[in-house]
């Protein structure tokens, strides 16, 4: 079954730039959109954006200007690049995929989330 | 802040009928479907219900999902101790540039 993993720094410092990678096993990057959601500490969720295994990417429009998103099929991964991060970025990381094939659709497939804490 | 409006917080015991509302606009639960996820504590989002209705398989038949104008609703029968958890309802939304926008979020607790 295809499962997903998150993995980067934990820590990261205000003004500089987050980057996860989302590494897919147990099934090819192929087909799919693939996503990224994040949930501040005690609070709810929020969608970032997508990346589909084409390359082409939407991006929720408060964080356009600061996100970028990459997928990579030689080596069955995806990632995110957030840039000029503040306190407020600080949150659990989750990378899902979309359930339709060909077609942005609920995320079935979640990673565990990784925390990332934005702090001098 | 979010678009589709949850309430915070919802209870019943054992062998109880829960029902959550999400609370939309035209153009997002108005024109497209809507998906729920349970978040168990600690635990990353699963996918509950999906297409307004449709329980992936391992879901059991207990959570239902329906949809009506823009708003959508989740029940859940025989309400069992496990299914303590928050719950969000999510879709996608047509207005200002297009964006996938997730539920405020209902903590469900089991007396």
């Known amino acids: 079954q295809v499962q997903l993993e998150e993995s980067g720094p934990g820590l990261v410092k205000p003004s500089e730039t987050l980057s996860l990678t989302c590494s897919v096993s147990g099934g090819s990057i192929s087909s799919y959109f693939w996503t990224w959601i994040r949930q501040p500490p005690g609070k709810g969720l929020e969608w970032i954006g997508y990346?589909?295994?084409?390359?082409?990417?939407k991006y929720k429009p408060s964080l356009k200007s600061r996100v970028t998103m990459l997928v990579d099929t030689s080596s069955n991964q995806f990632s995110l690049k957030l840039n000029s991060v503040t306190a407020t970025d600080t949150a659990v990381y989750y990378c899902?995929?979309?359930?339709?094939?060909?077609?942005?659709?609920?995320?079935?497939?979640w990673g565990r989330g990784t925390l990332v804490t934005v702090s001098s | 802040q979010s678009v589709l409006t949850q309430p915070p917080s919802a209870s019943g015991t054992p062998g109880q009928r829960v029902t959550i509302s999400c609370s939309g606009a035209s153009s997002n639960i108005g024109r497209n479907t809507v998906n729920w996820y349970q978040q168990l504590p600690g635990t990353a989002p699963r996918l509950l219900i999906s297409n307004n209705y449709q329980r992936p398989s391992g879901v059991p038949d207990r959570f239902s999902g329906s949809k009506s104008g823009t708003s959508a609703s989740l029940a859940i029968s025989g309400l069992q101790s496990e299914d303590e958890a928050d719950y969000y309802c999510a879709a996608w939304d047509d207005g200002l540039n297009g964006s996938y926008v997730f539920g405020t979020g209902t903590k469900v607790t089991v007396l």
């Open positions: 990346v589909y295994y084409t390359g082409s990417t």
């Open positions: 899902a995929r979309a359930q339709g094939e060909g077609y942005f659709d609920a995320f079935d497939i």
